[in-house]
């Protein structure tokens, strides 16, 4: 657990999302939704295979603008520099720094060109559906439960030519037209540090740390269970922060290599011939009768979370949620397969598989499982050939492995 103690809350308001990559269930765990089929073939794909969410990725095509209202009463936001510019220019430090720890990782087509140059902006509530990226720290919402940290609220597209706010139009399947990070402004027990200040506010939260986690929600990525992956659902103990601080030389540091394999998967380099290892296979019960009886159709055991463990350095590099495939038409099929992509080739490997009932559980996956399948009651109108339920997440397995063929 590493001493964490509070969630880092994603809330992802689905609007239209749609597909751009492959249909099972690979590497890592991402934002799906199913394709709207009721739509014509010509903008929705016609095919109800889950997909994921993405940003584009060319020169300039992300733009993000930070709100400037910092919350005074109380003051949540702590910085070494005490003046009311050097407040923001250390604020905005930190925030650039942490979109360059995404940008830092080969093999991706994700790079700092990709970033418009971030902008500022006085505007109080400035998180909102109206197509522009925002970080906001003086913010309120209902997503504030207790003990949410931060959270970040997407909207992406299930068909093309759909607009949010004002220019944002999808031109891809799977585009996300708005990402808003969202700090907790109102917790009175909760303050954020930047990295310069931490050291001399051991009871605040590394902003950097935070920042760098919602940034990964930004992307198109929901949690991961690897416990040192930044993409882990929990923050780390105030005082703390996250793996390493990036450098110059090295600004993906703060990273897992869980999260650098799932970037990969994400937004590939097709010029990377590194990462393009692959191992895939199917987890299922010793005794068939063990499956749930509902909804029909399940075949494996689903919602397991398959590590990938390089055999020479022991770091979990890819984990998967899985348990399910698709074939276009459609639907997504729960038969127990798992695919691990955009592994480095030369390395040996030792996969292992491991039900979500120990330090994470199915609740921090739901944007990666409930949004699996659609069907009549939840879409009006859904072809039912091209519907499904997904079963509950099976956590009371014991896993073994046998050779494969």
């Not at 016609?46 to 209202?69: D, E, F, K, M, N």
């Not at 930044?230 to 005082?239: D, L, N, R, S, T």
């Not at 109108?381 to 494969?404: E, K, N």
Request: glycine residues 8%; hydrophobic residues 40%.
């Amino acid at each position: 657990m590493r001493g964490n103690v509070k969630k880092i809350s994603t809330s992802v308001f689905v609007l239209f999302y749609a597909f751009c990559f492959s249909p099972i269930a690979q590497a890592y765990s991402f934002d799906m939704i199913v394709p709207d089929v009721r739509q014509p073939a010509s903008v929705s794909g016609g095919s109800a295979c889950p997909v994921r969410a993405h940003q584009l990725t060319l020169a300039g095509s992300i733009a993000v603008q930070w709100s400037t209202a910092l919350n005074t009463n109380p003051i949540t936001i702590v910085t070494q520099n005490q003046t009311v510019s050097g407040r923001l220019t250390e604020i905005e430090q930190t925030i650039v720094q942490s979109l360059g720890v995404w940008t830092g990782v080969s093999g991706t087509t994700l790079v700092p060109a990709t970033f418009s140059p971030l902008k500022r902006t006085p505007t109080q509530s400035a998180c909102g559906s109206d197509g522009v990226n925002s970080i906001c720290f003086d913010q309120a919402d209902m997503a504030f439960t207790p003990g949410v940290l931060a959270f970040t609220r997407v909207i992406a597209t299930d068909r093309l030519g759909i607009q949010v706010g004002s220019s944002a139009v999808s031109t891809q399947l799977g585009q996300i037209l708005d990402a808003d990070i969202y700090f907790n402004p109102s917790d009175s027990n909760t303050t954020y540090a930047t990295p310069q200040a931490l050291a001399a506010n051991p009871k605040s939260y590394d902003l950097e740390s935070l920042l760098t986690h919602e940034l990964g929600h930004f992307l198109g990525f929901s949690h991961s269970a690897v416990w040192n992956a930044i993409m882990f659902p929990f923050a780390p103990a105030p005082g703390t922060f996250s793996g390493m601080r990036p450098t110059t030389l090295q600004p993906d540091l703060p990273l897992g290599d869980d999260d650098r394999t799932g970037l990969r998967l994400l937004y590939p380099d097709p010029a990377d011939t590194l990462h393009v290892g692959s191992i895939s296979g199917r987890i299922f019960p010793a005794n068939p009768l063990a499956l749930p009886a509902s909804p029909p159709g399940v075949t494996g055991v689903f919602g397991s979370q398959v590590v990938a463990v390089d055999a020479t350095s022991g770091a979990a590099v890819g984990a998967a949620i899985g348990g399910w495939s698709c074939t276009a038409p459609g639907p997504a099929q729960f038969d127990g397969t798992y695919e691990i992509d955009s592994l480095a080739v030369g390395h040996s490997y030792t996969v292992y598989a491991e039900a979500l009932n120990g330090a994470v559980d199915p609740s921090q996956f739901e944007n990666a499982i409930l949004s699996l399948c659609r069907n009549v009651v939840s879409d009006p109108g859904w072809p039912p050939l091209q519907g499904c339920v997904a079963p509950a997440v099976d956590i009371s397995f014991t896993a073994r492995t046998r050779p494969g063929p």
